[in-house]
């Protein structure tokens, strides 16, 4: 009698569990769009903006948070007209603005320029780069060492995205001193 218990619950646990699945319609499932994700192609036109195409544009005469205009543009009459008209915006500068400004010149300018600014950086002294040219020989300002910093010139390139506005007025005057000193 035991026996005829036991295998009739085998049966019924059998046919329990062969019942529940079903390949022809799955079980349900809580959150669908976590198992079954809907793919975007890049490019694709999409209904979640106004013209159905393209992603929103700012309005006009709008710009990005943190961004400072520069007036002067990269050319040679900029690179002018900043040598002669644009002035630092830092009126007193303390004294941990000058180390902070012999920190920066040391981290980005010295490699070529020489901690000194005569042109003589590691990268020269082993002819990595050759033409660096030393402050005393150049006439040069803030403002044209500003420019130079934003556009970059030459072989040197911009340092706008490394330095902010005035990070780059910074280290500006700690070149002017540097000039004064050779």
Known sequence: ?????KITFLICITI????????????Y???????????YET???????????????????TINRGFEPYEYEN?????DLAKLNLKS???????KDVEKSKELFDIYCAICHGTEGNGKGKLVTQGKYLGVPSYKDRVITEGSVFHVQTYGLNSMGSYANQLNSHERWLVAS?????????
Do not use: R, W
């Open 1 to 5: 009698m035991k026996s005829l218990y």
């Open 75 to 79: 050319s040679t009459a900029g690179y």
């Open 29 to 39: 499932q809580y959150m669908p769009n976590m198992y079954e994700p809907v793919s």
């Open 43 to 61: 490019y694709e036109e999409s209904s979640a903006f106004k013209n159905g195409k393209e992603g929103q544009l700012p309005p006009a005469g």
């Open 174 to 182: 700690y070149v002017i001193n540097l000039k004064a000193k050779l």
């Open 89 to 95: 915006p830092l009126d007193t500068i303390s004294e």
């Open 16 to 27: 329990l569990v062969s019942s529940c699945h079903n390949n022809s319609k799955p079980n």
